[in-house]
């Protein structure tokens, strides 16, 4: 594999870190853009890897970072917006990959990967998700043949420091009892951080990947009211989750709009309406039930860096 330049967009994220290791590991220079320099020093320890105080949605500052790259990667995503009218998902998931693109073709870099989310489709139900459709649609069609793109679908990413099986551990904690649920039964396949890692890295030198759009799926598919369940398990709390019906679920959603940090909202109500899961697509490897236990309190220190040990060897390994 040849070294690269390469610039990523969201590398500090929870994908991103684990994206920018293994670029590092793979002896390529990366080029991290943040706003926030300083929040974000423990990467600078990794090697080849820059940091650079950027405001990516500022065209002019953005194509001048891609000067001496020959590959891009754009990471950047957010579930929710602080508004509700679309604007702020446009900005994320519109605006800044196209002029991403832009930047990339002014400076002649051949490849760029995106992350997109399964079921992105313009005419899906959220903003979210037709946000995630337009964008993905419209880098292709101008990517032409001078931009190599390949696009990342994946289910709902779960590992340590996730947003999804943590935000549910945070509020089981809050609610005593009965833990009452929205759209219990929608159904997800999630994906493992590092098998989404690992597939974006390896697709960056595969040819036949140029132009491929995928989406990825762990091993397994559950309703929402069992990944609840089993963080509750993982926990050690005692909790009877009790599914909402659909007028309900909307007006919990409804309410929580308005709840700091929005821990639920409207534009995920109506996400939930397709269940994220497979039909046909990559099918990852690794369970849930072999990683979240080791981050979601039901395992000691030692259990959780042998397990930390036994994947960072098994990673280096296949470098080498």
Partial sequence: MRERSICVLGGTGFVGKQVVSRLAAQGHSVKLLTRRRERHRE??????????????????????????CDAGINLVGILNERGHSGKGFRKTHVDLPLNFLRACEQHRVTRVLHMSALNADPDGPSHYL????????????????????????????????????????????????????ACADARFAPVYVGDVADFIVNALEDKSTYGQRYDLCGPHEYTLRQLVEFTAKMQGLERTVIGLPGWLSKLQASVFEFVPGKPFSLDNYNSLSRDSVCEQGITCTTSLESIAPLYLGNADRESRMQHFRTEYWAKNDKVG
């Fill in 43 to 68: 990467l600078l320890v990794l090697p080849g890897v820059s940091i650079l105080e950027t405001d990516v949605y500022d065209q002019n500052e953005l194509t001048k970072r891609l000067v001496g």
């Fill in 130 to 181: 037709r946000t995630k459709g337009e964008a993905e649609n419209q880098i292709h069609t101008l990517a032409g043949n001078r931009i190599q793109v390949t696009s990342f679908r994946p289910s709902v990413i779960f590992g340590e420091g996730d947003s999804f099986l943590n935000r549910f551990a945070a509020l089981l904690k809050l609610t005593p009892g009965i833990f009452p649920l």
